[in-house]
């Protein structure tokens, strides 16, 4: 079954972004991942629908960096992170892993690519305690390699649990006797026993709850960042891809819609499904001539237009703020109280310039955007308040 498809029709009929394969394309690659496609399900008479789940993925990954693959549910996430891993192999183009090919034309199978690994439940082996799932980690259980008997394995455990910042008393606790944080940091001791240069880690956060997660996500990226691991941390979440990486790139139809750090891509998405998807934004119509754009938030910048006229100008609602006094005016419909903030629904004066309506700029006011505040006694339901817009809009062309 294929899941439903999240993006918008619209966005098809624009022509598609130009993508880079990295931020830094000059930097030492670590993993370079070319046109990789995966389809499952079979062909031809007698096979079931197929799925393409990978239609031509590009990513440059630098050594010791750290990016997140950001995308909604059933996008492809985990099967691209299987691909790298060695679990699947792609059905065409090439994945290398230190200028080696390691699937493509030549095939690496996954004990020898020297990655580790951390799924989703982080799937702690439950007969085994916390020190025997780590020392599973060290040689699939062996008692061989490196770490040869009993002290020098009790010793590589206890150093591996320091690295999570849990004392050694835990080597003896069961995985049901750990917090869910602590089991996702027990994974990671786990997967960094055998010292990984690369770590996929796929949604390990995402069972925990809000304030466990963003505790858990930094203790996680001090650990691979002092080890200097080459990270790929897959997620749905926005907020955790924008603060965990350096590098974001964000999937969407099978293919990798944006990639940039993360001030870039929330800042200037590539277009507006890409910008609905990494946070809120206010987009209204307007009229773009040179670098302003006219709308119902009167004249706003746009760095770097790639069209003129009728356009939709994406801002960020923290762009927009309450003046004590200015042209621009709306009146509060309503508000969500979050607490630190207030969510604030305001419809946009008619006629914002106080002239008559120019039939070529779109946007007459009246439109319903949603800002936020911190001060809630701002939001009574019928307030007029002006309005002022800070920084830069993105501009979208409009599909005719
Ligand atoms: P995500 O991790 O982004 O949620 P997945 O990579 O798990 O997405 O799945 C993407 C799509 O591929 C889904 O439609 C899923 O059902 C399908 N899929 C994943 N693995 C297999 C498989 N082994 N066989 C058939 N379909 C699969
Ligand atoms: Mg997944």
Redesign the pocket.
């Known amino acids: 079954m294929t899941e439903q498809s999240p993006t918008p029709n619209y966005a098809s009929r624009l022509p598609e972004p130009r993508v880079a394969r990295s931020i830094a394309d000059t930097a030492d690659h670590h993993l370079e991942i070319e046109e990789v496609t995966k389809t499952f399900g079979r062909r031809g008479p007698g096979g079931g629908g197929v799925n393409e789940v990978l239609k031509g993925i590009n990513l440059h990954v630098a050594r010791g960096g750290t990016t997140a693959i950001v995308g909604p ?2 996008s ?4 691209l ?1 299987r691909l790298i891993a060695g679990f699947e192999s792609p059905d065409s183009g090439r994945i290398e892993l230190d200028g080696e090919t390691v699937a493509g034309d030549a095939w690496v199978p996954a004990h020898r690519r020297n990655i580790g690994y951390v799924a ?1 439940d982080g799937a702690l082996f439950p007969h085994l305690s916390v020190g025997q799932n780590i020392a599973f980690g060290l040689d699939g259980g062996r008692l061989g390699g490196k770490y040869r008997g009993r002290k020098a394995i009790a010793t590589r455990v206890e150093e591996l649990l320091e690295m999570v910042a849990l004392d050694g008393s835990y080597a003896k606790r069961r995985p049901h006797e750990l917090s869910g944080g602590q089991q996702q940091r027990i994974a990671l001791a786990r997967a960094m026993a055998r010292e990984p240069e690369v770590m996929l880690l ?2 390990p956060f995402s069972a925990l709850d809000a304030g466990l997660r963003v505790a858990t996500r930094r203790a996680v990226a001090k650990v691979l960042a002092k080890a200097g691991v080459t990270t790929i941390l ?1 997620t ?1 979440d926005q907020a955790e891809a924008l603060s965990f990486a350096d590098q974001v790139a964000v999937m969407r139809g099978g293919k990798l819609a944006q990639i940039g750090n993360p001030f870039v891509v929330y800042t200037r998405p590539a277009d507006r499904a890409t910008a609905e998807f990494l946070g809120d934004a206010v987009i209204l119509d307007a009229w773009l001539e040179g670098s302003l754009a006219m709308c119902s938030l009167g004249p706003i910048p746009v760095r770097h237009p790639t069209t003129q006229g009728h356009v939709q100008i994406m801002l960020r609602p923290e762009q927009i703020r309450i003046a004590s006094e200015g042209t621009i005016h709306g009146t509060v419909l309503d508000w969500d109280y979050f607490g630190p903030e207030s969510s604030v629904r305001i419809k946009l004066a008619e006629r914002p310039y106080g002239q008559p309506l120019d039939p070529h700029i779109p946007g007459g006011g009246g439109e319903v955007i949603t800002i936020r505040h911190w001060n809630a006694a701002m939001a009574r339901r019928g307030m007029d308040l002006a309005l002022k817009v800070i920084g830069e809009g993105v501009a979208f062309p409009v599909a005719e």
């Open positions: 549910s059933g492809g996430k985990t099967t992170l989703q796929d949604e897959v749905h």
